[in-house]
Every structure is written in structure tokens, then in C-alpha cells.
């Protein structure tokens, strides 16, 4: 194999698992999983979500902790997803919609709908385990509507999700993420 094929090929990987980082992301959120949470960031990492948090990635998890019980559904869905990568840094956007129910505001005890289009631009940094993780997010709230909830559905059936007794993987399962060494793969 040539070395510009090999390169080629190690980006392709790459960005894979890079893809994986994202999507676990989402998982971690609309699962309640802030142990997986956690895993996703470098220790130095720092996250900016619009107008509701700024800060470590560390006071993120533990802002995302406070406010899950409140939010009995949440939905993460990635749409496009642009990456670079040079080497062990990478950076992307990330178009997504997330759908959330939350409390309403007015006070009165019913839900609201929070629906926003966003977009997620990150850093990632390979990490000396082997993980893609992200060192720097920043989320933009380019759309936002906020509306009554008067449906249903699963509304956050947390550890009794039947992702768990159906995918048996690591990686279906509560918590960090397997070893890098492992590999999407073994899982």
C-alpha cells in the first residue's frame, strides 16, 4: 500500500470515529447518560451552547446532570456533517434538529415542545487512549420555536429503554466507551 493510500485510509477511519463521537453525543443526552457524557470531552475541553451555558466541558456535564430531570424527552437528530482532519486535531460542523419537552415557562406546571435547528462546530483531539474526543464546542441556536406539548410517546424511559435489552454492545450500553483499541468492531 502506498503511503498516500495508507493516509487516505487513516482519515477515512478517522473521520468514522469521529462520526461515532457525534453520535454518541446525542445518544448521551437523549439516553440521560452523563457517564458517556463525560467520555466525549478532553479534560481541558470547553463547550458553548448558545445563550444557556459557557464554559468547561467538566461544568457542562454537571449543568446537562441538574437539568435532565426536568426534561422528560429529548431528541438529538444529526443531519449534515462536514470533518477535516490533520492528524490527531480535526475540527467540523454538525447540522442537527433537537427536539426537547420541557416545563413551561409561565409557570403553570404543562410542558412546552423546544424545538431548534442547530449547528455544532467543534475541535476534536485524538487522546493519548486512542479516543476521538471533543476540545472545543461551540452550538449555535439558528432556529427556535417553543409550543405547547400535549402529545406522548416513550418520554424518556431511561435505563428501561429497549436499546439496552436489544443491542447488547458496548456500545448500546449505559457509560463510557469502550477502549479505543477495541474498535467499533469488537463492539
Known sequence: MSQDTARALQTLIDKDAIRDLVLCYSRAIDRKDVELLKDLYTEDATDSHGDSFDGSAEDYCKFIEAALPYMPYSGHHVCNHMIAVDGDVGSGEVYALAFHVIPSQDGSG????????????DNYRR????????????VTYDMQLRRPFTGG???????????????????FQRGARAAASEGALAD
Do not use: H, T
Open 110 to 121: 404543562n410542558r412546552e415542545e423546544d424545538f431548534m435547528a442547530v449547528r455544532y462546530i
Open 127 to 138: 487522546c493519548a487512549d486512542g479516543k476521538w474526543r471533543f476540545s472545543k464546542r461551540v
Open 153 to 171: 410517546g416513550l418520554m424518556g424511559l431511561g435505563d428501561q429503554d429497549p436499546s439496552y435489552q436489544v443491542c447488547k454492545q458496548r456500545l
